[in-house]
């Protein structure tokens, strides 16, 4: 028994363990996918540090999405306000990177009119596009690649032509 139980700890312990941003990552499509509750994620998400750039886009893109539930139109302001500046100004930071813009395109798309949150829908969707190969030849999370790409389809936001590039 002693053996069995010293095999699976010592087992345990050399699986590889997903790291905070795979399983932040994860969670997001839960949530997207209706699949794990937002307030609970959006929780959980106050045990990361704020040391990943990453990290902190969807703690903004989670903050956004929240407003969706809080109540009371100052409180709903609030949470999405918050949310937006956050993925604002990791944008900012990391134009380049195509996970960031994919979060705040979702975001954009979903948030209602008079918020006035649509700017960049174009710029975020030509970027994702631009750097969608370069982001699997350096083997991106395949479950972000196959969900944006998912999304960019399901809400026709690309061209045929630029489907094909993807």
Known sequence: MRYFLALFFVTW????QKSAIQQVR???FQVCDKKK????WASELKEYENSNYLIIAYKGVASAMYAEIASGVYSKLKYFSTGTKML????EKFPEDIEPRFLRLTIQKNAPGFLNYNDNIEEDKNKIISGFSEAKTNKASPIL????KKYLTENKLCSEKELKNL
């Open 13 to 16: 312990s050399l699986a590889p």
């Open 37 to 40: 509750d937002l307030a609970s």
């Open 88 to 91: 604002d100004r990791v944008i």
């Open 26 to 28: 994860e969670q997001f």
């Open 145 to 148: 690649m196959s969900n944006i």
